[in-house]
């Protein structure tokens, strides 16, 4: 029996080394720490560290969060409800004119471009 989830993490981590390899990946610091949060062993916190030390780092600034909250109004308004953190997410890669790597369906909901090949 397949995993449907198993294979789009697979497929999603061979984009990543991708785009790390190129020099095309950043993260933010909501990622570093929902990944952080999410790690289950040692090993997996100490390859997440070096994935963090790999790419470059975008900063979140305080329109970030205004931008943010008005799009989450908006979708609320609406009747979608995302997580404060994928919006987050979603304004530092708009104002950076980023895409985002994701298997997170929220993304799709907010405006910003999604990455593919």
């Known amino acids: 029996m397949s995993n449907p989830s198993f294979f789009r993490r697979r497929v999603l981590g061979s984009q990543l080394a991708k785009l790390i390899e190129t020099d095309r990946a950043a993260i933010t610091g909501v990622v570093v720490a ?21 790419v470059a780092y975008l900063n979140t600034e ?12 908006e979708l609320r308004q609406k009747g979608i409800t995302l997580p ?7 304004m530092v890669a708009k104002r950076h004119e980023a ?3 994701s298997i997170d369906k929220h993304f799709q909901q907010l405006p910003v471009a999604l990455y593919s090949d």
């Open 99 to 101: 895409t985002i790597l």
């Open 34 to 54: 929902e990944l952080l949060q999410g790690s289950k062993t040692d090993k997996e916190r100490r390859t997440l560290e070096f994935v963090f030390a790999s």
């Open 84 to 90: 404060l953190s994928d919006a987050i997410i979603a």
């Open 62 to 73: 305080e329109q970030d969060w205004r931008d943010a909250g008005l799009t989450m109004r």
